[in-house]
């Protein structure tokens, strides 16, 4: 199993990025794949996930409306695209993939829930 993250950099408040999640070594469907961060200083958080076995997208509420998770199937890819960020928005964000679907959601979404996890890929949001 392999996650891999790609697309994080630097970004002035306002901007957009978008990171990209490659998935391999396992069967995409049968997981929910979520997006995490940890600040500096701060314990990593849950940002949002996606079940694409039904189509189940979760947002933490501080990124909802400004952060949207998508996913291509046929290329075992899932993404996330971060618009208005803030300063606050900087952290190392990580893609993970957890059994089953179903934990995508607001009860169950957490690191608990996640078997793989990625590396990450550093975002950091400054003037």
């Known amino acids: 199993v392999q996650l891999v993250e790609s697309g994080g950099g630097w970004v002035q408040p306002g901007g957009s990025l978008r990171l990209s999640c490659a998935a391999s070594?396992?069967?995409?469907?049968?997981?929910?794949i979520g997006w995490f961060r940890q600040a500096p200083g701060k314990e990593r958080e849950g940002v949002g996930c996606?079940?694409?076995?039904?189509?189940?997208?979760y947002y933490r509420p501080s990124v909802k409306g400004r952060f949207t998770i998508s996913a291509d199937t046929a290329k075992n890819m899932v993404y996330l695209r971060m618009n208005s960020l803030k300063s606050d928005d900087t952290a190392v964000y990580s893609c993970?993939?957890?059994?089953?679907?179903?934990?995508?959601?607001?009860?169950?979404?957490?690191?608990?829930?996640?078997?793989?996890w990625g590396k990450g890929t550093l975002v950091t949001v400054s003037s």
């Open positions: 070594g396992f069967a995409f469907d049968d997981y929910a």
């Open positions: 993970a993939a957890g059994v089953p679907p179903g934990v995508c959601v607001e009860t169950m979404f957490g690191d608990d829930a996640m078997n793989y």
């Open positions: 996606i079940a694409t076995i039904d189509g189940t997208i």
